[in-house]
């Protein structure tokens, strides 16, 4: 079977929409390999920066990632934030995108993030031993970068000014939801 999208097919909005949203497993029949090897990081970040916006859409907290193979740059897990979708205290993006992943050599591989890592997603990525982290947003967060690095793991900040805007929007909207997915529902109860 020929993949839908290949080197001619222009990496437009709807196209990387159409990779966010398809399960990963099935990401071989839409994309070929001279397709995925001219993705750029800025466009994988877009990738998870639409996952963001999936959550944003299902009522949840506007988080996504996408871990890509670093020779092939394959996408080998995606995922966004489920907190509220799924009653899932510690389902963040990055962690809902390594489980995508599975147990792989997390060594051979970058982790996209649009959002600077809580303390959970930070320690889950220095555990499995990630190469490298890209963070779309450190305006509206930041701080484990530097623990991170410390741990020997590359760190880049490549800013997606759509993710900004959405998650400002939505700490503007959900105030009370943002504290809970960063901090549990006991912070909830110390702010009243």
Wanted: proline fraction near 3%.
């Amino acid at each position: 079977m020929k993949a839908l999208f290949n080197n001619k097919i222009l990496k437009s909005e709807e196209v990387l929409t159409a990779i966010a949203h398809m399960p990963t497993k099935s990401l071989t029949v839409l994309m070929d390999e001279g397709f995925v090897l001219g993705l750029s990081d800025a466009e994988f970040m877009r990738i998870a920066v639409l996952l963001a916006q999936k959550s944003y859409n299902e009522g949840g907290c506007p988080i996504g990632a996408v871990i890509i193979e670093n020779t092939t740059r394959q996408i080998i897990g995606k995922g966004h934030n489920t907190l509220i979708q799924e009653n899932h205290p510690y389902n963040h993006g990055e962690t809902s995108a390594i489980r995508d992943a599975g147990r792989v050599d997390f060594s051979k591989t970058t982790i996209f993030t649009t959002l600077s890592p809580c303390d959970v997603c930070a320690t889950l990525i220095y555990m499995r031993g990630f190469s490298r982290v890209v963070v779309g947003d450190v305006t509206n967060a930041s701080g484990n970068e530097v623990l991170i690095q410390e741990k020997g793991i590359a760190v880049d900040i490549l800013e997606d000014q759509q993710g900004i805007a959405l998650y400002t929007k939505f700490r503007q909207e959900k105030p009370q939801q943002d504290l809970e997915d960063w901090q549990g529902l006991s912070a909830l109860k110390k702010g009243l």
